[in-house]
């Protein structure tokens, strides 16, 4: 998002950002935005999804483990060593922010997140480390 662009806030309108404050230290701390409340401008591309928290909070802060093919190759062996077709990219673990009302998941609980997929709580989670 950047002054003179326009985006679609997923699940609702579109926006055009005109101007930005920013802190003592340099990070944004004011976005002022116009709002298109019927959608006049069609957008290609530029959907924007957010994850709220309440004001003065910080979003929760969760590990994520983003999966990938395990192996290069369709056939795994068939042409060389298996070990040498591992893709090493098949695990990215990642910080993230998620909605509050995650912080109450439980152990073997499933959630979607919108356009990454299907997450699971796992044995390793806790209430302070999801």
Same mark, same amino acid.
């Given at each position: 998002?950047?002054?003179?662009k ?8 579109n926006?055009?950002?005109?101007? @930005?404050?920013?802190?003592a230290? *340099? &990070?944004?701390?004011?976005? @002022?935005? /116009? ?5 006049? &401008? /069609?957008? &290609? ?19 994520? !483990? =983003? ?7 369709? !056939?795994? *062996?068939?042409? *060389?060593?298996? $070990?040498? #077709?591992?893709? /090493? ?5 990642? #910080? ?5 009302? =995650?912080?109450?998941? &439980?152990?073997?609980?499933?959630? #979607?997140?919108? !356009? =990454?997929?299907?997450? @699971? ?7 302070? /480390? $999801?």
């Amino acid at each position: 998002l950047t002054p003179g662009k326009t985006v679609r806030l997923l699940h609702a309108f579109n926006i055009t950002c005109e101007k @930005y404050d920013t802190s003592a230290d *340099g &990070k944004v701390s004011t976005v @002022y935005c /116009k709002v298109d409340l019927n959608n006049k &401008k /069609k957008l &290609k591309k530029g959907f924007l999804h957010w994850v709220s928290a309440p004001p003065g909070k910080t979003p929760l802060t969760i590990t994520a !483990r =983003l999966y990938e093919k395990l192996f290069v190759v369709d !056939r795994p *062996g068939e042409e *060389g060593n298996y $070990l040498e #077709q591992l893709n /090493k990219n098949s695990l990215r673990v990642v #910080q993230a922010y998620a909605n509050p009302e =995650l912080a109450s998941a &439980k152990v073997d609980e499933h959630y #979607q997140f919108e !356009r =990454l997929g299907f997450f @699971y709580v796992d044995p390793s989670s806790s209430p302070k /480390k $999801l």
